[in-house]
């Protein structure tokens, strides 16, 4: 080999050459991702330092790390290392720089990087090989914050520290035979999935880091090994497309026949399906319609289907997705929709909000420019509100734009009216939280419809025995609503929880948000209203009976119940309804006491306030000694005594003996606890 000579870079330093000549080196190669989208968003100007930014780092990583920039290439650079591990290292390297680089950026950096290693011929000053081909190629078919590697690469670096390798199987890439890749997982947000460039598919490219899910991922994925229809269900925002498309990509390569994007958002005749299927796969159906071509197509083929939205043609896709299941053995479907396709074998995976800590990843992710806030009690409350709905929190995000977190929290109350405005790319339906759960009221059938609305009326969940007393009238007989929450369920409009007195079903905030709204355009919410303070009235008289015979359950359920107790209340202060909200806080104010309810005085003092003059004596009466509890449980003694006395009067003018002992009971609990050395007894 001749001596090695050295070359100048762009900074005026001198890089070693790696081999002059010819001999066996590892090539890197590097690239910004998404460059001429970014020129044109951010200017030339702006975009010219961003891409000195890159320049900067890389090269002086390369240097580190024992390597040659050999030239650049446009948005990248081509570099020559003497040792693979090195070359590994600092390609890991350069990426963990371009992580903590974006943290503190408004313009985030994506970089590419491809590894290869073998021999090469030097000529004027550059390699020339098939390692140089496989690195190119490698990198073209990375994603952003990925290095995909040669499996050359992978036995020359061994293992050690900082990185580590992930099997990704043979790829194709342009113009090479099948190439044995792997990814390099740098951290732990390292994509280390097959690229669908370099798998055969369709896949579309991800422009956003996909965050979080990694059980979802995992538990998709086993799944798939049992069964051949894996359907992911949940309401509309969840992320059921991202995450199907997310399994899609890290089993690409373990299918030799490819991966499949079929999006059915935009078919409305179900009779097209197999059609939209055979385009999905660069197809013609010919001669023979699509429904005899694509199973012919498919039969031996290692293939996997992913359908997206199929809620609106259930019908449809379950009938081509079963047929093709006949025809074609090795075939595996991933399928989006709001509800089951009811195929045999089918199983359901129910895509939920992410977990706290994802949200607020997600939430921060997604903010415009990736500015760092400083308000983690604001961003908690955000995402707690938003049930770590995806979309929702991506809406949310984008009005950082204009609201502080503390401002955007503020107003969530009102979810529909602030989640606007969406990506101009996304799909209609998702461009708002409002369009998103117009699309599924919209395949609702009438009676479905008309009990999503009236289940609007509930706060914070409610029983099935609670929704037949509510909801069931005229339109909805009383024998319909068990058959109705399960179809509501089916299409992931109602969630199923479990609940410490028995199971329990709730509507999401901001779907119970929609379903209120729609509940008001319908001239509705008034009577329903009237009937779930019927219902809660009868409620609280039921559960203070239940507190005396088994004080924990029945403390369970006045807990779990408490959002609608406190809606009830509300709706019967607003209606001047004094004397029946009166009834609900005499019934519940020693569960209330007992278990120091928080709100609980704010409850009774408001309540109080529109006992009307003309109420039965033992209402008003009742509502004072409830009033008083709450008092006492804050040791606000003189107010309580007050109460108490008047009650007694109330009581004994009306010559109830029970509801005066009751008050002097009272009494006698105010006085132990002014004693010296007294404690308040509960």
């Known amino acids: 080999m001749a001596p090695k000579r050295s070359r100048r870079w762009h900074d005026g330093r001198d890089y070693p050459a790696v081999v002059a000549g010819s001999g066996t080196v590892t090539l890197l190669f590097t690239d910004l991702v998404g460059s001429t989208e970014s020129l044109v968003a951010l200017g030339e100007d702006r975009y010219d330092s961003v891409r000195d930014e890159h320049e900067v780092l890389v090269g002086g990583t390369i240097a580190a790390y024992h390597g040659e920039v050999v030239k650049s290439t446009g948005d990248g650079y081509m570099a020559a290392f003497p040792r693979a591990a090195d070359a590994v290292a600092a390609a890991a390297e350069i990426q963990r720089l371009v992580s903590r680089r974006n943290e503190d950026s408004e313009v985030a950096l994506g970089v590419r990087i491809g590894v290869s290693a073998g021999d090469v011929v030097e000529r004027a000053g550059d390699y020339q090989g098939v390692a140089a081909v496989e690195a190119a190629r490698l990198c073209a078919a990375a994603a952003g914050g990925q290095i995909l590697a040669s499996e050359t690469v992978r036995s ?215 500015h760092r806030i400083d308000d983690p009690d604001a961003m908690e409350r955000i995402c707690v509100a938003l049930e770590g709905i995806p979309l929702a929190l991506e809406l949310a995000a984008a009005k950082l734009r204009v609201l502080s977190p503390a401002e955007l929290a503020d107003r969530l109350d009102d979810q529909l009216a602030v989640l606007t405005h969406g990506s101009r790319t996304a799909p209609e339906r998702q461009r708002t939280l409002r369009a998103t759960l117009d699309w599924s009221y919209e395949l609702l059938d009438d009676d479905e419809r008309t009990m999503f609305r009236f289940l609007g009326i509930f706060a914070g969940g409610f029983t099935a025995a609670a929704a037949e007393q509510v909801v069931a009238d005229d339109q909805i007989p009383r024998a319909r609503v068990i058959d109705l929450l399960e179809q509501l369920v089916e299409r992931a409009l109602l969630t199923r929880v ?45 559960a203070v009976l239940e507190f005396f015979v088994s004080q924990g359950e029945s403390t369970v359920r006045i807990s779990e119940e408490h959002p609608n107790i406190s809606q009830a209340l509300e709706f019967a202060i607003g209606n001047r309804d004094g004397a029946t909200a009166a009834k609900i806080i005499d019934a519940l104010g020693f569960p209330w006491y007992t278990a120091g309810q928080p709100d609980g005085r704010r409850w009774c003092e408001r309540v109080l306030a529109v006992v009307p003059a003309d109420a039965p004596t033992d209402t008003r009466a009742g509502a004072l000694v409830a009033t008083a509890m709450m008092f006492l449980g804050t040791r606000q003694h003189d107010a309580a005594r007050s109460l108490l006395l008047e009650a007694r009067e109330l009581y004994r003018n009306a010559d109830n003996v029970f509801g005066e002992a009751w008050a002097l009971t009272w009494l006698g609990r105010d006085a132990a606890s002014r004693a010296p050395g007294g404690a308040e007894a509960r």
């Open 156 to 370: 020359l670096a061994g293992s050690r520290g900082g990185y580590d390798f992930v099997v990704l199987g043979d790829l194709e890439l342009k113009g090479l035979p099948p190439l044995a890749t792997v990814a390099v997982r740098w951290g732990d947000d390292a994509p280390v999935f097959a690229p669908s460039g370099g798998a055969k598919g369709n896949l579309p490219a991800s422009f956003d880091r996909f965050i979080g899910r990694q059980h979802d991922l995992d538990a998709i994925r086993a799944l798939l090994g049992e069964h051949r229809l894996v359907t992911l269900t949940g309401p509309g925002g969840s992320g059921k497309t991202r995450l199907a498309l997310e399994v899609a990509r890290w089993i690409a390569a373990e299918h030799a026949d490819g991966v499949w994007l079929v999006d059915l958002a935009r078919i409305d005749d179900e009779t097209l399906i197999a059609e939209a299927t055979m385009g999905a796969l660069g197809l013609r159906s010919g001669e023979a319609g699509a429904g005899d071509a694509l199973p012919s197509y498919l039969a031996d083929r290692d293939t996997v289907l992913v359908f997206d939205n199929c809620e609106h043609v259930l019908g449809g896709a379950a009938t081509v997705i079963t047929e093709l299941f006949a025809a074609c053995p090795p075939l595996r479907v991933v399928a989006t929709s709001r509800g089951p396709l009811r195929v045999p074998g089918e199983a359901e995976y129910a895509v939920e909000g992410l977990g706290r800590q994802e949200a607020i990843e997600l939430f921060a992710a997604r903010i415009p420019g990736q």
């Open 498 to 542: 479990p609940g410490g007195s028995g199971t329990r079903f709730r509507l999401l905030e901001p779907v119970r948000q929609y379903a209120a709204e729609r509940l008001g355009e319908a001239g509705e919410r008034n009577a329903l209203a009237q009937r779930h303070l019927d219902w809660v009235t009868h409620f609280a008289r039921h």
